[in-house]
């Protein structure tokens, strides 16, 4: 079974930092762009930062400046750093991976996103 699962939230003081990470498994042939995501509350979800397989960063203009994304592909795993956060970034971060897999039967899954299940970051104030 094909799977992405985020770690790493938590409740933080604004101007502190956190380091979120997303693991893909399962029989996995091809990761291409990572990503993530966040949906703050009452509102709808949004991107943050996205990585391509060599290495190519996109950010959100709220994101620049303050959030890092990087990814081991070895580990088929994907990081978001964040530092200075502030009371707006809270919300649920979501990890998305572009994913080439086979099933258990071995049977090919065409390419598809996966998302995670989320994990809470909150910045008081």
């Known amino acids: 079974q094909v799977q992405v699962v985020e770690s790493g939230g938590g409740l933080v003081q604004a101007g502190g930092s956190l380091r979120l990470s997303c693991a893909a498994s399962?029989?996995?042939?091809?990761?291409?762009?990572m990503g993530w995501y966040r949906q703050p509350p009452g509102k709808q979800r949004e991107l943050v930062a996205t990585i391509t397989s060599g290495g190519t960063t996109n950010y959100a203009d709220s994101a620049k400046g303050r959030f890092t994304i990087s990814r081991d592909n070895a580990k088929n795993t994907v990081y978001l750093q964040m530092n200075s956060l502030k009371p707006e970034d809270t919300a649920v971060y979501y990890c998305k991976a572009r994913m080439l897999a086979r099933t258990a039967a071995m049977r090919l899954i065409e390419e598809s996103d996966y998302w995670g299940q989320g994990t809470q970051v909150t910045v008081s104030s």
């Open positions: 399962g029989l996995i042939l091809r990761i291409s762009d």
